[in-house]
């Protein structure tokens, strides 16, 4: 039995993929599950993050105040200065949903 009156789960958001930028990790129209309070960066894992006002998936790789941006499925990887970004949370889960 669900309980119907837990409309959502503090410290969590789903967010659907758009793009193949993190492809084959995360393709388009997969489900990510983003943990809110994980804003610390964890090297080599992969977050929602704000940059140059969008938000975007990425990995993230940490080198004291800089970041490197990766992107899976691109030939391409953005390097910042932490302050640059704005860390939504971490990916715990990624789902993909079958017609």
């Known amino acids: 039995m669900i ?3 837990l409309n959502e789960i503090p ?9 193949n930028d993190m492809s084959p ?9 983003v943990d809110l309070a994980q804003r ?5 894992d992969i977050y929602v993050v704000e940059y ?3 938000i975007i998936v ?8 800089k970041v490197k941006l990766i992107f899976d499925g691109a030939s ?3 390097d910042e ?4 970004i704005t860390v939504i949370g971490r990916v715990i889960e990624t789902k993909t949903l079958h017609d």
């Not at 410290?11 to 793009?19: D, E, I, L, Q, T």
């Not at 990425?58 to 105040?65: E, M, T, V, Y």
């Open 3 to 5: 309980d119907s009156s």
């Open 11 to 19: 410290n969590y958001k789903a967010y659907v993929m758009a793009g």
């Open 25 to 33: 990790t995360i393709n388009e129209g997969d489900h990510v599950v």
């Open 40 to 44: 610390f960066i964890r090297s080599g």
């Open 52 to 54: 140059k006002n969008s």
């Open 58 to 65: 990425c990995r993230l790789l940490l080198d004291r105040d």
């Open 76 to 78: 391409y990887a953005l």
């Open 81 to 84: 200065l932490v302050d640059a």
